[in-house]
């Protein structure tokens, strides 16, 4: 039997005590101050530098102030907007279409995705064209939606969804994808069949890339119901017809306020989508530096 030596089984046990601290420290819990600080700085930086940015553009002539006024003009405008009620119905209205419409593509392209994701028949047939149709651009969706549904709310819910769904279910077939098969052998061993194996293995594995296609999917929501409110003015005020009423008077300032208004509804949201990624990282033990 031969025995280490006493200085190199001291070595080893310091070794293994400073990765204990050191995980130790990498599991505290930050300051809530200092965490909300973290989180805030990187977005004001980058909001400086925009106005920054847009501030020159404007001091170099490059067009006339009553095309492109500077912040000084819009920022006044901004505050106005969004401290009357019209505003905020405005916002209560966009948002109602914009959750319907993506609880819908979920419902849609969560189902397809899952359908499609278990069937080589279904990838083969079907795989492709839910490629294309999330490549193809919301505009074009609009005249045959106006065709099918005229002038009203189904005819922007159809195309935000059209938008949304193939995103969602491309983002749960790549999930499922990439789920390791080492946890479909241990599933199979365990007896998980049908629906139990979809609920409590696959959809869990898959959870990431299907949050991605989620996120996908509301960005390309988004977008669509921004270009509906722009082309099908149904008598309420929306955000959309905000932009739409703003541009035909030649506003410009409250053009411009409005779609500052509209990025940032876009950045909470995607805060939101932040949230849940960096939970599931955590459940993962995924967690990056600065989360």
């Known amino acids: 039997m031969v025995l280490e030596r006493p200085e190199k089984t001291g070595g080893l046990q310091r070794q293994i005590a400073g990765l204990d601290a050191l995980e130790l420290t990498a599991g505290r819990r930050k300051n809530p101050l200092v965490r909300v600080w973290s989180a805030?700085?990187?977005?004001?930086?980058a909001v400086l530098i925009s106005l920054a940015a847009w501030q020159l553009v404007v001091l170099s002539g490059w067009r006339e102030p009553w095309v492109l006024p500077g912040p000084g003009e819009v920022v006044p405008v901004f505050f106005e907007v969004v401290t009357t009620g019209a505003f905020?119905?405005?916002?209560?209205?966009?948002?109602?279409?914009?959750?319907?419409g993506f609880a819908l593509a979920v419902l849609i392209g969560g189902t397809i995705g899952a359908l499609v994701s278990q069937s080589w028949v279904l990838r083969r047939a079907f795989g492709s064209l839910i490629t294309g149709l999330q490549?193809?651009?919301?505009i074009a969706w609009f005249p045959l939606a106006i065709l099918l549904f005229k002038l009203s709310e189904s005819a922007i819910l159809f195309v935000v969804v059209l938008g949304a769904a193939p995103s969602i279910a491309?983002?749960?077939?790549?999930g499922v994808d990439y789920t390791p098969p080492i946890l479909l052998r241990v599933g199979q061993t365990m007896g998980l069949t049908g629906f139990a194996r979809y609920r409590h293995l696959i959809i869990p594995a898959s959870l990431p890339s299907f949050v991605a296609g989620l996120k996908q999917g509301w960005a390309f929501a988004w977008r669509s119901l921004m270009a509906g409110e722009l082309l099908v003015i149904i008598g309420k005020q929306s955000i959309g017809t905000l932009l739409h009423f703003s541009r035909e008077v030649s506003d410009t300032a409250e053009m411009i306020a409005v779609m500052v208004i509209i990025l940032i509804i876009g950045i909470l949201v995607d805060q939101l989508f932040g949230v849940v990624d960096r939970a599931i990282r955590s459940r993962w033990g995924l967690q990056r530096a600065g989360d």
């Open 88 to 100: 905020w119905d405005a916002v209560a209205l966009t948002m109602q279409r914009a959750l319907v």
């Open 170 to 174: 491309n983002g749960l077939i790549a």
């Open 135 to 138: 490549t193809m651009p919301s």
């Open 40 to 45: 805030l700085w990187p977005i004001m930086t």
